[in-house]
């Protein structure tokens, strides 16, 4: 019946590409004998019961395995791999070493599109502990400052229609969409939606044909949606499923657009999960992998908010010259902006989101240092962030989520309790409409900050909410 994994779960995967293909556990198991059958295998002893179980879990020995995917991409029309099935093997999960070609970039970030699109939402908890980090996570990526694009054009599937650039446009249409939707609302209510649009634009690449000029921009379209995806994921909580989304995303990039704008934004949106999870010395490598590997490209938006957030990352660690110094480039770069001439992936950053992410490098710098510099930090912590919330466009609800929970931690960090009450409150009564698990993780930061002052009326009051809330989130 085959070996049991270590920690037996259910095979989703395996049920829903059953479900695709409208197979019965008799006939799956028939289909794969008779397969075997026409190989020369004999013997596998493939039923019912045994379908059922690898369903359950258990894992089946070679060939069965082989056969499997054989069997499920001829009934779905899918090329399927073991892992789409839900099987360890040699056809399994894209690692960080997977090719910096077109057809491996399709294959990998199809493969984890289509794993997160199956996998039920009871499975949507924290997972940060299975990110890569470090030289596992740094090495593969050194790659990408030096990768090439791919062959040109695409060869002529069977029957696949050409596409243009009126293609293009509509793939960067749902794009804006999306982004629009995620600022709105956060990236938990619209990942499986964008998830599911990624699956279609990937369907493109595989079976379409199109020029080298169309190639180039349909594969920096497919990485900027692959970007959104692995955001709203990140966003979600989500961890090791956003990291894998955005190096298949990047590989995207490289495989035939050598869009390198596109994948330094990747990059900072990785650099920002990586000091997310506590992980800043990977985030300040990230950082500087984009601003090297696309040096020849970065308008002046990417080279401020590059170096905006080093400012923050240099904060987190103590090095309060560094992040100033970082914050002062970011100041010049922000100055060259031409309004309308920067890339619509970089349309979020205009000057009150400079502002905050600066705003926080203060604020996270006030708690390394003493005295009239920590009153320095706060204050101007505090001139950033109202100036940046005073100035957010209106579609901009979790970056103003954002911005009142930043607040509340500039006035701890100065000892004004009440107002981290207010603004907290503010912060608080926004999560109706945007459901986002960074904010969620960024409110329990602001609860142990608090702690200091939990023996006072305003401290304690500050706790409770907060508690109140994530306690009814769990």
Not at 152 to 160: D, K, L, Y
Not at 317 to 336: F, I, M, N, Q, V
Not at 348 to 371: N, S, W, Y
Not at 435 to 453: F, I, K, M, W
Request: proline letters at 4%; aromatic letters at 4%; one cysteine or more.
């Amino acid at each position: 019946m085959g070996r049991p994994p270590l920690n037996r779960q259910p095979n989703h995967l395996l049920a829903h590409w059953m479900s695709r293909g409208d197979l019965s556990n008799n006939r799956l198991a028939r289909l794969i004998t008779q397969r075997g059958a026409e190989q020369g295998i004999t013997g596998l002893g493939t039923d019912e019961s045994r379908v059922r179980a690898w369903l359950k879990g258990a894992v089946p020995r070679e060939p069965v395995p082989r056969l499997l995917v054989e069997v499920l991409s001829a009934e779905t029309g899918m090329d399927l791999t073991y892992a789409d099935v839900g099987l360890p093997g040699e056809a399994g999960p894209a690692g960080m070493r997977s090719p910096w070609t077109r057809t491996g970039a399709i294959a990998a970030l199809s493969q984890i599109i289509r794993s997160e699109l199956m996998l039920p939402d009871t499975r949507t908890g924290p997972d940060a502990s299975d990110v890569h980090i470090g030289h596992e996570l740094l090495g593969p990526l050194q790659e990408w400052a030096l990768a090439r694009p791919d062959e040109a054009g695409q060869p002529a599937p069977a029957g696949g229609r050409r596409i243009g650039m009126s293609d293009v446009e509509g793939i960067r249409q749902i794009t804006s969409a999306f982004r629009d939707l995620d600022n709105r609302h956060g990236g938990v209510l619209s990942r499986s939606a964008v998830l599911a649009q990624t699956d279609t634009v990937l369907s493109l690449l595989r079976t379409c044909t199109y020029t080298e000029a169309v190639g180039r921009e349909l594969f920096s379209a497919a990485a900027d949606l692959g970007s959104v995806a692995g955001w709203m994921t990140f966003d979600a909580g989500r961890h090791a499923a956003a990291q894998r989304t955005f190096v298949s995303a990047l590989h995207a990039a490289a495989a035939e657009g050598n869009d390198r704008r596109i994948g330094a934004h990747i990059l900072q949106c990785m650099a920002r999960q990586m000091s997310h999870l506590g992980h800043v010395d990977d985030a300040l490598d990230l950082v500087a992998l984009a601003q090297y590997g696309a040096r020849r490209h970065l308008s002046p938006a990417t080279t401020s908010m590059l170096a905006a957030l080093e400012a923050r990352f240099q904060a987190i660690l103590g090095h309060t010259s560094d992040s100033e110094a970082a914050a002062g480039r970011a100041l010049d770069a922000y100055e060259r902006v031409q309004p309308g001439a920067e890339e619509p992936h970089m349309a979020f950053f205009d000057l009150p989101e400079l502002r905050a992410t600066l705003g926080m490098a203060h604020q996270i710098a006030a708690k390394h240092v003493d005295g009239a510099a920590r009153v320095r930090h706060v204050r101007q912590s505090t001139e950033l962030v109202l100036s940046a919330l005073a100035d957010r466009p209106e579609h901009r609800q979790r970056s103003k989520a954002f911005d009142h929970l930043g607040l509340a931690r500039t006035y701890v960090a100065g000892g004004e309790i009440e107002g981290a009450v207010q603004e907290t409150a503010q912060c608080l009564q926004m999560l109706g409409s945007v459901q986002s698990r960074r904010v969620s993780d960024r409110l329990g930061e602001l609860h142990a900050e608090a702690e200091p002052y939990a023996g006072t009326h305003a401290g304690t009051e500050l706790r409770e909410q907060i508690r109140t809330v994530l306690t009814a989130a769990e």
